[in-house]
Protein backbone atom coordinates (compact mmCIF):
# COMPACT_ATOMS: atom_id res chain seq x y z
CA UNK A 1 0.00 0.00 0.00
CA UNK A 2 1.25 3.79 -1.11
CA UNK A 3 1.84 5.74 1.17
CA UNK A 4 0.01 9.15 0.97
CA UNK A 5 1.93 12.23 0.24
CA UNK A 6 1.90 14.69 3.40
CA UNK A 7 0.73 18.36 2.47
CA UNK A 8 3.90 19.61 3.75
CA UNK A 9 6.10 17.18 1.54
CA UNK A 10 3.75 19.07 -1.20
CA UNK A 11 4.35 22.50 -0.25
CA UNK A 12 8.32 21.89 -0.16
CA UNK A 13 8.38 20.62 -3.90
CA UNK A 14 6.00 23.30 -4.71
CA UNK A 15 8.84 25.54 -3.03
CA UNK A 16 11.55 23.44 -4.59
CA UNK A 17 10.19 24.32 -7.90
CA UNK A 18 9.55 27.64 -7.58
CA UNK A 19 12.70 28.43 -6.55
CA UNK A 20 14.46 26.52 -9.34
CA UNK A 21 12.43 28.58 -11.71
CA UNK A 22 13.33 32.28 -10.68
CA UNK A 23 16.88 31.03 -10.82
CA UNK A 24 16.45 30.43 -14.16
CA UNK A 25 14.45 33.43 -15.24
CA UNK A 26 16.78 35.61 -13.40
CA UNK A 27 19.90 34.14 -14.75
CA UNK A 28 17.94 34.38 -18.40
CA UNK A 29 17.18 38.02 -17.03
CA UNK A 30 21.06 38.14 -16.05
CA UNK A 31 22.10 37.42 -19.26
CA UNK A 32 19.78 39.75 -21.30
CA UNK A 33 21.30 42.73 -19.44
CA UNK A 34 24.59 41.53 -19.54
CA UNK A 35 24.45 41.22 -23.39
CA UNK A 36 22.69 44.70 -23.59
CA UNK A 37 25.01 47.00 -21.71
CA UNK A 38 28.17 44.58 -23.13
CA UNK A 39 27.55 45.53 -26.71
CA UNK A 40 26.70 48.89 -25.44
CA UNK A 41 30.02 49.41 -23.92
CA UNK A 42 31.89 47.43 -26.85
CA UNK A 43 30.55 49.98 -29.24
CA UNK A 44 29.79 53.23 -27.67
CA UNK A 45 32.74 53.52 -25.12
CA UNK A 46 35.53 54.07 -27.32
CA UNK A 47 33.46 56.59 -29.01
CA UNK A 48 32.20 58.73 -25.51
CA UNK A 49 33.73 62.22 -26.99
CA UNK A 50 31.86 61.73 -29.87
CA UNK A 51 28.54 60.90 -27.92
CA UNK A 52 29.67 63.82 -25.00
CA UNK A 53 28.88 66.37 -27.75
CA UNK A 54 25.96 64.88 -29.87
CA UNK A 55 22.81 64.81 -29.65
CA UNK A 56 19.55 62.94 -30.05
CA UNK A 57 17.75 64.18 -32.88
CA UNK A 58 14.47 62.38 -34.82
CA UNK A 59 14.19 58.51 -34.97
CA UNK A 60 15.27 56.95 -38.03
CA UNK A 61 11.90 55.91 -40.07
CA UNK A 62 10.82 52.46 -40.50
CA UNK A 63 13.82 50.37 -39.28
CA UNK A 64 11.73 47.47 -37.90
CA UNK A 65 10.10 47.57 -40.89
CA UNK A 66 13.12 46.17 -43.04
CA UNK A 67 13.85 50.09 -44.45
CA UNK A 68 18.19 49.99 -44.57
CA UNK A 69 18.67 54.15 -44.58
CA UNK A 70 21.29 54.76 -46.81
CA UNK A 71 21.45 58.61 -48.22
CA UNK A 72 20.83 61.86 -46.48
CA UNK A 73 20.58 65.59 -47.61
CA UNK A 74 18.53 68.31 -46.09
CA UNK A 75 16.59 70.87 -47.80
CA UNK A 76 16.89 74.38 -45.77
CA UNK A 77 14.37 76.09 -47.81
CA UNK A 78 11.65 73.36 -46.46
CA UNK A 79 13.67 73.23 -43.60
CA UNK A 80 13.28 69.08 -43.91
CA UNK A 81 15.57 66.44 -44.18
CA UNK A 82 15.73 63.41 -46.79
CA UNK A 83 16.44 59.86 -46.05
CA UNK A 84 17.12 57.49 -48.82
CA UNK A 85 17.42 53.43 -48.73
CA UNK A 86 16.36 50.16 -49.71
CA UNK A 87 14.20 47.11 -48.42
CA UNK A 88 15.82 44.41 -47.51
CA UNK A 89 12.72 42.47 -48.10
CA UNK A 90 11.12 42.89 -51.43
CA UNK A 91 9.94 46.17 -50.79
CA UNK A 92 10.26 49.08 -53.41
CA UNK A 93 13.18 51.41 -52.35
CA UNK A 94 12.18 54.09 -50.61
CA UNK A 95 12.54 58.22 -49.55
CA UNK A 96 11.17 59.57 -45.80
CA UNK A 97 10.77 63.17 -45.12
CA UNK A 98 11.93 64.94 -41.85
CA UNK A 99 10.88 68.16 -40.76
CA UNK A 100 14.03 69.48 -38.57
CA UNK A 101 11.77 71.85 -36.11
CA UNK A 102 9.55 68.94 -35.23
CA UNK A 103 11.50 65.88 -35.60
CA UNK A 104 9.22 63.71 -37.26
CA UNK A 105 8.70 62.30 -39.88
CA UNK A 106 6.20 64.01 -42.23
CA UNK A 107 6.01 61.96 -45.40
CA UNK A 108 7.08 58.35 -47.15
CA UNK A 109 7.24 57.98 -50.89
CA UNK A 110 8.17 54.64 -52.99
CA UNK A 111 10.21 54.92 -55.40
CA UNK A 112 9.22 53.57 -58.89
CA UNK A 113 11.29 53.19 -62.09
CA UNK A 114 10.49 54.82 -65.53
CA UNK A 115 8.04 52.08 -66.59
CA UNK A 116 6.43 51.83 -63.69
CA UNK A 117 7.87 48.86 -62.06
CA UNK A 118 9.48 49.42 -58.14
CA UNK A 119 12.56 50.67 -57.64
CA UNK A 120 14.48 48.29 -55.78
CA UNK A 121 17.83 49.89 -56.07
CA UNK A 122 20.31 50.81 -53.18
CA UNK A 123 19.34 54.03 -53.16
CA UNK A 124 23.08 54.98 -51.47
CA UNK A 125 22.91 58.53 -52.09
CA UNK A 126 20.30 61.23 -52.46
CA UNK A 127 20.71 65.18 -53.15
CA UNK A 128 18.05 67.55 -53.66
CA UNK A 129 18.52 70.84 -55.93
CA UNK A 130 15.65 73.27 -57.45
CA UNK A 131 12.71 70.93 -58.63
CA UNK A 132 14.77 67.71 -58.88
CA UNK A 133 15.47 65.31 -55.88
CA UNK A 134 18.67 62.95 -57.37
CA UNK A 135 19.57 58.95 -56.18
CA UNK A 136 22.50 57.58 -56.49
CA UNK A 137 22.64 54.61 -59.65
CA UNK A 138 25.15 52.44 -58.10
CA UNK A 139 26.16 49.85 -60.72
CA UNK A 140 23.86 51.37 -63.50
CA UNK A 141 26.29 54.08 -63.65
CA UNK A 142 23.45 57.07 -64.02
CA UNK A 143 21.98 59.19 -61.33
CA UNK A 144 18.41 58.74 -61.31
CA UNK A 145 16.09 61.73 -61.23
CA UNK A 146 12.71 62.43 -59.60
CA UNK A 147 10.53 65.16 -59.61
CA UNK A 148 10.59 66.81 -55.62
CA UNK A 149 7.14 67.66 -55.28
CA UNK A 150 6.16 64.16 -56.41
CA UNK A 151 8.98 63.37 -52.95
CA UNK A 152 7.30 65.56 -50.73
CA UNK A 153 3.80 65.14 -51.80
CA UNK A 154 2.65 61.40 -53.56
CA UNK A 155 2.69 58.02 -52.07
CA UNK A 156 4.52 56.91 -54.99
CA UNK A 157 7.15 59.31 -57.44
CA UNK A 158 8.37 57.46 -60.49
CA UNK A 159 11.81 58.44 -61.98
CA UNK A 160 11.52 61.07 -64.96
CA UNK A 161 15.00 60.70 -66.27
CA UNK A 162 18.28 59.26 -65.65
CA UNK A 163 21.54 61.23 -66.03
CA UNK A 164 24.40 58.95 -67.57
CA UNK A 165 27.95 58.72 -65.49
CA UNK A 166 29.31 56.44 -68.66
CA UNK A 167 30.49 57.38 -71.84
CA UNK A 168 31.45 53.35 -72.32
CA UNK A 169 31.89 50.06 -70.89
CA UNK A 170 35.27 50.71 -69.96
CA UNK A 171 34.56 55.13 -68.81
CA UNK A 172 31.79 55.30 -65.70
CA UNK A 173 31.38 56.53 -62.25
CA UNK A 174 29.94 53.88 -60.42
CA UNK A 175 27.53 56.39 -58.06
CA UNK A 176 27.55 54.81 -53.95
CA UNK A 177 26.63 58.57 -52.90
CA UNK A 178 26.37 62.27 -53.90
CA UNK A 179 26.22 65.45 -52.72
CA UNK A 180 24.42 68.98 -53.74
CA UNK A 181 25.70 72.28 -51.93
CA UNK A 182 27.04 75.49 -53.28
CA UNK A 183 25.84 75.17 -56.76
CA UNK A 184 27.69 72.21 -57.60
CA UNK A 185 27.19 67.93 -57.26
CA UNK A 186 29.71 66.14 -56.59
CA UNK A 187 29.04 62.48 -57.18
CA UNK A 188 31.37 59.65 -55.78
CA UNK A 189 31.93 55.75 -56.12
CA UNK A 190 32.67 53.62 -52.66
CA UNK A 191 36.29 51.71 -52.94
CA UNK A 192 37.21 48.22 -50.39
CA UNK A 193 39.09 45.50 -51.73
CA UNK A 194 38.88 43.35 -52.53
CA UNK A 195 34.77 43.16 -52.22
CA UNK A 196 34.28 46.32 -53.74
CA UNK A 197 36.65 47.47 -56.56
CA UNK A 198 37.27 49.99 -59.09
CA UNK A 199 38.60 50.58 -62.09
CA UNK A 200 42.16 50.40 -62.47
CA UNK A 201 42.41 53.62 -64.09
CA UNK A 202 40.69 55.23 -61.01
CA UNK A 203 43.79 54.30 -58.98
CA UNK A 204 45.81 57.28 -58.03
CA UNK A 205 48.71 57.14 -56.09
CA UNK A 206 49.19 60.96 -54.69
CA UNK A 207 52.14 63.34 -54.62
CA UNK A 208 52.55 62.44 -51.04
CA UNK A 209 52.28 58.95 -51.55
CA UNK A 210 48.86 57.71 -50.49
CA UNK A 211 47.19 54.95 -52.46
CA UNK A 212 43.64 56.16 -53.39
CA UNK A 213 41.30 54.03 -55.17
CA UNK A 214 38.00 55.65 -55.54
CA UNK A 215 37.19 58.41 -57.64
CA UNK A 216 34.79 61.22 -57.25
CA UNK A 217 33.29 63.65 -60.20
CA UNK A 218 31.98 67.31 -59.53
CA UNK A 219 29.14 69.12 -61.50
CA UNK A 220 27.81 72.32 -61.90
CA UNK A 221 24.26 72.80 -60.99
CA UNK A 222 22.13 75.31 -62.65
CA UNK A 223 18.07 75.61 -63.49
CA UNK A 224 18.84 75.81 -67.43
CA UNK A 225 20.15 71.95 -68.40
CA UNK A 226 18.04 69.06 -68.49
CA UNK A 227 17.64 68.04 -64.55
CA UNK A 228 19.61 70.68 -63.68
CA UNK A 229 22.76 69.14 -64.07
CA UNK A 230 25.13 70.45 -66.29
CA UNK A 231 26.91 68.28 -69.07
CA UNK A 232 30.53 68.60 -68.52
CA UNK A 233 31.90 67.65 -65.31
CA UNK A 234 34.53 69.94 -63.74
CA UNK A 235 36.72 68.27 -61.78
CA UNK A 236 37.27 65.02 -60.26
CA UNK A 237 38.62 63.96 -56.69
CA UNK A 238 41.00 61.20 -55.52
CA UNK A 239 39.19 59.24 -52.61
CA UNK A 240 40.45 57.32 -49.81
CA UNK A 241 39.11 53.68 -48.98
CA UNK A 242 35.47 53.61 -47.54
CA UNK A 243 34.09 56.98 -48.12
CA UNK A 244 30.00 56.46 -47.79
CA UNK A 245 29.22 60.31 -47.85
CA UNK A 246 30.51 63.60 -48.45
CA UNK A 247 29.10 67.04 -47.43
CA UNK A 248 31.11 70.20 -48.46
CA UNK A 249 31.17 74.05 -48.59
CA UNK A 250 33.45 76.79 -49.30
CA UNK A 251 36.04 76.37 -46.60
CA UNK A 252 35.91 72.29 -45.85
CA UNK A 253 35.13 69.09 -47.30
CA UNK A 254 33.50 66.14 -44.51
CA UNK A 255 34.09 62.68 -45.53
CA UNK A 256 32.39 59.59 -43.68
CA UNK A 257 33.79 56.68 -43.99
CA UNK A 258 32.78 53.28 -42.55
CA UNK A 259 32.90 49.42 -43.45
CA UNK A 260 31.16 46.65 -40.95
CA UNK A 261 31.21 46.53 -37.22
CA UNK A 262 34.64 48.23 -37.20
CA UNK A 263 34.33 52.59 -35.80
CA UNK A 264 33.66 55.05 -38.72
CA UNK A 265 35.81 58.12 -39.15
CA UNK A 266 34.82 61.86 -40.14
CA UNK A 267 37.37 63.73 -42.19
CA UNK A 268 37.29 67.58 -42.05
CA UNK A 269 39.60 68.93 -44.90
CA UNK A 270 40.21 72.24 -45.85
CA UNK A 271 39.09 72.78 -49.55
CA UNK A 272 42.01 75.33 -50.23
CA UNK A 273 44.61 72.80 -49.32
CA UNK A 274 43.77 69.90 -51.16
CA UNK A 275 46.67 69.03 -53.30
CA UNK A 276 46.21 69.21 -57.17
CA UNK A 277 47.44 66.02 -58.64
CA UNK A 278 47.49 67.47 -62.36
CA UNK A 279 44.94 65.51 -64.76
CA UNK A 280 43.10 62.30 -65.14
CA UNK A 281 41.33 61.15 -68.25
CA UNK A 282 37.78 60.15 -67.32
CA UNK A 283 34.09 60.15 -69.04
CA UNK A 284 35.79 61.17 -72.34
CA UNK A 285 37.74 64.10 -71.40
CA UNK A 286 40.77 65.32 -69.43
CA UNK A 287 39.70 67.01 -66.22
CA UNK A 288 41.71 68.52 -63.17
CA UNK A 289 42.63 65.90 -60.39
CA UNK A 290 42.32 66.78 -56.75
CA UNK A 291 43.01 64.66 -53.49
CA UNK A 292 41.30 64.43 -50.43
CA UNK A 293 44.82 63.48 -49.11
CA UNK A 294 46.05 63.43 -45.40
CA UNK A 295 47.93 67.29 -46.28
CA UNK A 296 44.94 68.72 -46.30
CA UNK A 297 43.16 66.97 -42.95
CA UNK A 298 42.39 69.21 -40.44
CA UNK A 299 41.01 66.76 -37.88
CA UNK A 300 39.32 63.61 -37.17
CA UNK A 301 36.98 61.97 -34.99
CA UNK A 302 36.19 57.84 -34.69
CA UNK A 303 32.28 57.74 -34.75
CA UNK A 304 29.61 54.94 -34.05
CA UNK A 305 29.89 52.04 -36.86
CA UNK A 306 28.12 52.26 -40.22
CA UNK A 307 27.71 56.09 -41.25
CA UNK A 308 26.65 56.16 -44.24
CA UNK A 309 25.21 60.09 -46.29
CA UNK A 310 26.33 62.95 -43.84
CA UNK A 311 25.24 66.59 -43.68
CA UNK A 312 26.15 69.50 -41.96
CA UNK A 313 22.99 71.77 -41.08
CA UNK A 314 23.95 75.11 -38.30
CA UNK A 315 27.26 73.95 -37.50
CA UNK A 316 26.15 70.77 -36.54
CA UNK A 317 27.02 67.24 -38.18
CA UNK A 318 24.35 65.07 -39.11
CA UNK A 319 25.32 61.38 -39.49
CA UNK A 320 22.59 59.21 -41.31
CA UNK A 321 23.32 55.39 -39.91
CA UNK A 322 22.35 51.98 -40.77
CA UNK A 323 23.63 50.09 -37.72
CA UNK A 324 19.53 49.73 -36.21
CA UNK A 325 18.17 48.71 -39.33
CA UNK A 326 16.95 44.93 -38.92
CA UNK A 327 19.43 43.43 -41.33
CA UNK A 328 22.28 44.47 -38.61
CA UNK A 329 19.95 44.77 -35.19
CA UNK A 330 22.92 45.94 -33.50
CA UNK A 331 22.74 48.94 -32.93
CA UNK A 332 18.91 49.22 -31.89
CA UNK A 333 21.29 48.04 -28.74
CA UNK A 334 23.19 52.04 -29.10
CA UNK A 335 20.35 54.19 -29.62
CA UNK A 336 21.85 53.98 -33.21
CA UNK A 337 17.68 54.40 -34.31
CA UNK A 338 18.18 57.73 -33.81
CA UNK A 339 19.87 60.59 -36.14
CA UNK A 340 22.80 61.78 -34.15
CA UNK A 341 23.95 66.49 -34.65
CA UNK A 342 27.33 66.95 -33.15
CA UNK A 343 28.30 70.04 -32.33
CA UNK A 344 31.56 70.72 -34.76
CA UNK A 345 32.63 73.73 -32.28
CA UNK A 346 33.44 71.32 -29.58
CA UNK A 347 34.67 68.23 -31.16
Known sequence: MTKPTSPNGETKSANKILKITLIVVFSIIGFLALVFFGIRAYFML??????????????????????????????????????????AGDKPSSVHVIDKNTQKTVHSVDLKKKNGKDFTGHAGGIAQYDKWVYVAGSSAHCIYVFLYEDVLTKPEATCVGE???????????????????????????????????????????????????GLAVEY???????????????????LPDKVQGVHFDKE????????????????????????????????????????????????QFKTP???????????????????????????????????????????
Open 46 to 87: PVSDYYSVSEETFEIPKLDEGFVPQGFCYDSKNQVFLVSGYD
Open 163 to 213: FSLEVSDDDYIKASFLSACEGKLIVGEFHSEPSYKTQDSHKVTTKSGQNFG
Open 305 to 347: PMAEEITVVDGKLYIMSEFACNKYILGKFTSAYRCYATDLSKI
Open 252 to 299: NFYLSTSHGLNLSTIYEMSASLLPNEGTIEILGRKLPLYSMDQTAIKR
Open 220 to 238: VLSTIPEFGISSTPQKVYA
